[in-house]
Structures are given as C-alpha cells and as structure tokens.
C-alpha cells in the first residue's frame, strides 16, 4: 500500500507540474481571449523615422485591439540591427542597403521591404589638427570602422576610388560610438564616421569630413525575417503603413522632429537639424528596387575583394531575392 499511494502521490505530482509548465508556456491571451502576438521592431540613431514611430506610439494604439504587442530594440549600427533579426530578437530591423544585401549573401533568411531615407550618413572622418586631407593620404594610417555597415562599405569604395586596398591601410573595427571617440583622443589617424555621431563630433570636437560622396551611401532599408512575413503579413504591412506615416510627419513638422530627434538621440538641436535637412532625403519612392540595385552593382566588386560575402556568385542571388516590394507598394497612410 505504501508503495502505491507513493507511485499515486508521484503520478499526481508530475500531473500537478506538467500543468503548470503548460500554464506558463502557453501564450498569453489579449483581453478578448486571443492568443497574444509579439512585434518586435528596432529603432536606431541613424533612422531618425524609427524615433518619431517609438514617441508617437502609432503602431501600439493600432494594433492594441488585435492583441498585437509592439518593443523596441536599440540598434548602434547595421550590423547589430542583422544580428537580431539573425538571431530572431526582433522581427523588422533597420540598416544600410549594403549592410541587408551582405547579410543575405551570407544566408540570412531577410526581405527589404522599405526603403525608409536616402541618408548622407557616412564619410571619411580626421581630427581637427590633421594634415590628412584626401583619401589617397591615409595609406599607411590606422581608420576606425565598423565592419558589416554603411561606413565601412563607404571606406572600401573610398579607398578603391582613390587606388589604395585596404591592406594599405590598418582598419580597427569599433562600434561607431567607439570609433567617434578613437578619432577625438587620437588613437586613430581616421574614421569612417555614422551620423548624427559625425555631425556631432564636427560641431564639438572640431573634426573634419574630408570624403564625401552621397552615391557611396546605400540607402535606409526596412529588412524582416522571412519567418515573420509569412506568419504575419499584415503586421509587415503595419509597419510599412507606419513609416510612411512617420517620414510625412517628419515633413509636415520640421521644428518638430528635430526636437523629437535631438531628445531621443541625445545630440544638440542644430546637429540633429544638420542631420534631418542636409544630409537625409525622405522624398523618396519607399519602394525597394532599381534604385538600390543600381548602388549594389557598384559596390560588389569591393565587397567581393574584401570577401564581405562568401563568392560573387552568392552576392548576385542576394540582389536579385533580397527585395519584397509588395508592402512598400501597397502602404497607406491612416
């Protein structure tokens, strides 16, 4: 008898637990009873729209009555944003064109789905009291750069513009952060610098672009993992819808978002209006195609060189999967 009320005493225990676990695992319910849904987005420095969409919290009261939950991510830099959506920590992430075709010709399972800006974001960055002042004079100098983004395609093409390899010259892969403070305490001889941490650095510390070329940049991208376009489209379309809304509040209200931007990015009213008037293009088809494309067949041969992809091969069939332009096409502004 002993033996059997312990096997009962067991049975009923285990019975107990696996309600329990099933209890915490099961999805959590909205107030109707649907099961619950997760939205996970990022918002980045470089996305100024990704900051007005986080404030003005469109997304969340549209999508609160469908049980649909919305977070936010911080992204520093492209190849933190493809990490997450890599890792699947977030669903819709924000990068540089280039930084999106690289990541898919390495195998990561993403879809462009926006084009968000035409941004001027990067460029060949020395300190105040440097002599250096062109491209072909930073052979042999040490350039800080973050790998798998914008600025670091910009440094490539630079250099390749200017007849120098990267082998002839010494890159420090840092954070973009970390590369704006590299340069200012002189650790580094040059930076391919990000804004709005360019820009501020220019007005504080005096530091002085000496490359710029607008058509070296690849464009804002909006990339979601093709694991969440199937499951929820109409979420992706949300999204889309959204920052459509966001780029024409950036318009309709210039004094506006450059306080909005300056608060959240942590930077000067006059750097964040610098940023968000000269240096980023919102008037633009959202609508991811030729126009990308066209600056993705310029960079591939350094990209190649450089074995950022994994053969030329693999970067031709990112370009011609990497793009979904039925959301952009069909965005509406609510």
Sequence with gaps: MKIL???????AATALLA????????????????ESVALRLDYAYYNPASLVLREQKWLETELAGKGVTVSWQLSAGSNKA?????????DVGSTAGAAALVARANGSPIKTIDVFSQPEWAAIVVPKDSAVTSV?????????????????????????EAGLKPADVTVTNLQHADGKTALERGDVDAWAGLDPLM???EVDAGSKLIYRNV?????????????????????????????????????????????LYAREA?????????????????????????AQKAVFEKILPVLVADANVKSEADARAAIDTLFEPKYATARSVS
Excluded at 270 to 277: Q, R
């Design 5 to 11: 009320r312990a096997v009962f005493a067991a049975a």
């Design 19 to 34: 309600g329990c676990v099933q209890g915490e695992d099961a999805p959590a319910k909205s107030a109707d009873g649907k």
């Design 82 to 90: 493809n990490e997450a959506l890599r890792a699947e920590a977030v």
């Design 136 to 160: 072909a004079q930073l052979k042999g100098k040490k350039i800080a750069a973050t790998k798998g983004t914008d600025p670091y395609f910009f440094l490539l093409q630079a250099l390749d």
């Design 199 to 201: 820009a501020t650095s």
């Design 215 to 259: 058509a070296f940049n690849s464009y804002g991208v909006l990339n979601a993992r093709e694991g969440f376009l199937t499951e929820h489209p109409d979420l992706a379309q949300s999204v889309v819808n959204a920052y459509e809304k966001a780029r024409q509040w950036i318009k309709d209200n210039p004094d506006q978002a450059v306080a």
């Design 266 to 290: 942590k930077i000067s009213e006059p750097v964040a209006k610098a940023v968000l008037t000269e240096r980023t293009k919102l008037d633009i088809d959202p609508v991811p195609g030729a």
